[in-house]
């Protein structure tokens, strides 16, 4: 069906929106909305409606969906103010309220090959209920709850959408095919485990499936004793939620390189940015730039690409390879609208936490961090950036439990060997210098090429007289950034303390940094 309106045309068999015969970019769930609006202008939209017909009953939040409002009026040249086509009705929903021309679309004929579930701008993800091997049907409470406590913990991470309990719970105790699955609830990955307890010790399965193509990504176990079962079941799932978001990027990014360039939508091209931005070199810095500015390019009010771009280039200013004066302001800018997308999305808060961290706003940035943290306490990077705000805010020891949760929390994160650098720092600035050597040399096993590690090597190495480290350190350092001087370190670093400035600066001076 077409729908005509003002100088817009919507077609929904060829998914495209014109304006003027010129289509205009649209995230595909925005789409859908417009269409569901539109075709549905005889009557108030409540939020269920929305919810119920866009979002699969997935958890979302109110600002969530008043950004995808927002992006439908954006493209039909209406705003919140005016309210022209698109009218808020209060405490009730929303209706089209413009003159509409209704025609049947032209035909199109379909492409050979088996259907797939219509997936949205973001993958879904469902967890279903955790499998009770114990054969005592009085233990499902406790699978029951590790299944919850997961959807929940995921719900959280925002790059994602989870499916509501009361549709992936269906399916327990009964045997259903994974892509049957995918296809009724619209999925691209499941989570799926089992449980079982055998006196004192329980033992806990999870996988992450790909629903598509049937492959598991991921498979973990975990075998406690039972002396606490609600700390056991907070711990596990801890570490199963930290676990899943890094391997769910890592296969949408595989699924992005995939595509040809041309055909690369705004979540494509965050993907792939994101794969740059954990990489942490200078070219890589440019990269994952350069494809965050083409996402939002095609949508502008695209949260996580925004608090993605700011993220990279504070994180780029803060290793030295931009100057800050010229990218704070932009970051800033891009924090704040990501912050005004969405104000519970972690992420954004992390962004403009960077932004005021390296602005020297410390009481600013901690408390972004922790309003991150509060959002989301199993994202090991708000963790790791909370923990070097508080070293260069005067409370390493803080610091260094902040950096060892980040760890603890996700051992296989691709910021891992930066987290070992942050404490490494907090060691430093202690004086604990031989933990520092450690710390940072443990980085640099993960990974070789770390600029922050090799600073604190450097000055560790200093302060304890050791010249042949100290010595290789600062050639390492110097290749990882060029432009390192003591006068870069004194003016573009932010402590809060002149003490820990002068003891930093100390140490690169003895390990020869002029």
């Given at each position: 069906?077409?729908?005509s309106?003002?100088?817009?045309v919507l077609?929904?068999?060829?998914?495209e929106l014109?304006?003027?015969?010129v289509?205009?970019p649209?995230?595909?769930q925005?789409?859908d909305?417009?269409l569901?609006?539109?075709?549905?202008?005889?009557?108030?939209?409540?939020?269920?409606?929305?919810?119920?017909?866009?979002?699969?009953?997935?958890?979302?939040?109110?600002s969530?969906?008043?950004s995808?409002?927002?992006a439908a009026?954006?493209?039909?040249?209406d705003?919140?103010?005016t309210q022209?086509?698109?009218?808020?009705?209060?405490?009730?929903?929303?209706?089209?309220?413009?003159?509409?021309?209704?025609?049947?679309?032209?035909i199109?004929?379909?492409?050979?090959?088996?259907?797939?579930?219509?997936?949205?701008?973001?993958?879904?993800?469902a967890?279903?209920?955790?499998e009770n091997m114990?054969?005592?049907?009085?233990?499902?409470?406790f699978?029951?709850?590790?299944?919850?406590d997961?959807?929940t913990?995921l719900?959280?991470?925002?790059?994602?959408m989870?499916?509501?309990?009361?549709?992936s719970?269906?399916?327990?105790?009964?045997?259903?095919h994974?892509?049957?699955?995918a296809e009724?609830l619209?999925?691209?990955?499941?989570?799926e485990?089992?449980?079982?307890?055998s006196?004192?010790?329980?033992?806990?399965?999870?996988?992450?499936?790909?629903?598509?193509?049937?492959?598991?990504?991921?498979?973990e176990?975990?075998?406690?004793?039972?002396g606490d079962?609600?700390a056991?079941?907070?711990e596990i799932?801890?570490?199963i939620?930290?676990?899943i978001?890094?391997?769910?990027h890592?296969a949408?990014n595989?699924r992005?390189?995939?595509?040809?360039p041309?055909?690369?939508?705004a979540?494509?091209?965050?993907?792939?940015?994101?794969?740059h931005?954990?990489?942490?070199t200078?070219?890589?810095?440019?990269t994952?730039?350069?494809l965050?500015e083409?996402?939002?390019?095609?949508d502008?009010?695209?949260g996580?690409?925004?608090?993605l771009?700011?993220?990279?280039?504070m994180?780029?200013?803060?290793l030295?390879?931009?100057?800050?004066?010229?990218?704070?302001?932009?970051?800033?800018?891009a924090?704040l609208?990501?912050?005004r997308?969405?104000h519970?999305?972690?992420?954004?808060h992390?962004?403009l936490?960077?932004?005021?961290?390296?602005?020297r706003r410390l009481?600013?940035?901690l408390?972004?961090?922790?309003?991150a943290?509060?959002?989301n306490?199993?994202?090991?990077?708000?963790?790791?950036y909370y923990?070097?705000?508080?070293?260069?805010?005067?409370r390493?020891?803080?610091?260094?439990?902040?950096?060892q949760r980040a760890i603890?929390l996700?051992?296989?994160?691709?910021?891992?060997a930066?987290?070992?650098?942050?404490?490494?720092?907090?060691?430093?600035?202690?004086?604990?210098?031989d933990?520092?050597?450690?710390?940072?040399?443990?980085?640099?096993?993960?990974?070789?090429?770390?600029t922050?590690?090799y600073?604190?090597?450097?000055?560790s190495?200093?302060m304890?007289?050791?010249?042949?480290?100290?010595e290789?350190?600062?050639g390492e350092?110097?290749r990882a950034q060029?432009?390192?001087?003591?006068?870069?370190?004194?003016?573009?670093?932010?402590?809060a303390?002149?003490?820990?400035?002068a003891?930093?600066?100390?140490?690169f001076?003895?390990a020869?940094?002029?």
């Amino acid at each position: 069906m077409r729908f005509s309106f003002e100088n817009n045309v919507l077609d929904g068999t060829l998914r495209e929106l014109t304006r003027g015969g010129v289509p205009v970019p649209l995230q595909p769930q925005v789409f859908d909305l417009l269409l569901y609006l539109v075709a549905q202008r005889g009557r108030v939209v409540s939020k269920d409606d929305l919810i119920s017909q866009i979002w699969a009953d997935r958890i979302i939040s109110d600002s969530a969906l008043n950004s995808r409002i927002n992006a439908a009026r954006k493209a039909i040249r209406d705003d919140g103010a005016t309210q022209r086509l698109i009218k808020t009705i209060p405490r009730k929903g929303f209706r089209f309220v413009g003159e509409v021309r209704e025609e049947a679309a032209a035909i199109v004929p379909a492409e050979a090959g088996p259907a797939l579930p219509r997936v949205a701008d973001r993958p879904a993800v469902a967890v279903l209920a955790f499998e009770n091997m114990s054969g005592d049907p009085a233990q499902d409470y406790f699978g029951d709850g590790i299944s919850e406590d997961i959807l929940t913990a995921l719900s959280k991470q925002r790059w994602f959408m989870v499916i509501a309990r009361n549709s992936s719970f269906t399916y327990k105790g009964r045997a259903v095919h994974i892509g049957q699955i995918a296809e009724e609830l619209g999925v691209r990955y499941v989570v799926e485990g089992s449980v079982r307890k055998s006196n004192n010790r329980v033992r806990i399965t999870a996988q992450l499936n790909d629903a598509i193509s049937g492959g598991h990504l991921w498979a973990e176990r975990y075998d406690r004793e039972l002396g606490d079962v609600f700390a056991v079941q907070d711990e596990i799932t801890n570490a199963i939620a930290a676990a899943i978001e890094p391997q769910i990027h890592a296969a949408e990014n595989f699924r992005a390189h995939s595509k040809t360039p041309a055909s690369l939508d705004a979540w494509d091209l965050l993907m792939r940015a994101l794969s740059h931005y954990w990489r942490v070199t200078p070219r890589d810095h440019e990269t994952a730039r350069t494809l965050l500015e083409r996402a939002i390019g095609i949508d502008p009010s695209y949260g996580r690409a925004l608090s993605l771009l700011a993220a990279n280039h504070m994180f780029g200013a803060h290793l030295g390879w931009s100057e800050l004066a010229t990218v704070a302001p932009v970051a800033e800018a891009a924090a704040l609208a990501a912050v005004r997308c969405d104000h519970e999305d972690a992420w954004a808060h992390v962004a403009l936490g960077s932004v005021c961290f390296s602005t020297r706003r410390l009481a600013d940035a901690l408390s972004e961090f922790e309003q991150a943290l509060g959002l989301n306490p199993n994202f090991s990077l708000a963790q790791g950036y909370y923990a070097l705000a508080l070293s260069y805010a005067g409370r390493p020891k803080d610091s260094f439990e902040a950096a060892q949760r980040a760890i603890r929390l996700s051992p296989r994160d691709p910021s891992l060997a930066i987290y070992h650098g942050i404490a490494g720092y907090a060691r430093f600035t202690e004086r604990r210098y031989d933990e520092a050597i450690a710390l940072a040399r443990e980085a640099i096993r993960h990974r070789g090429d770390l600029t922050g590690a090799y600073r604190v090597l450097a000055v560790s190495a200093g302060m304890t007289g050791d010249d042949m480290l100290a010595e290789t350190a600062l050639g390492e350092l110097r290749r990882a950034q060029p432009g390192i001087s003591l006068h870069w370190i004194a003016t573009q670093l932010p402590w809060a303390n002149d003490a820990d400035r002068a003891h930093y600066l100390e140490g690169f001076r003895r390990a020869g940094l002029r």
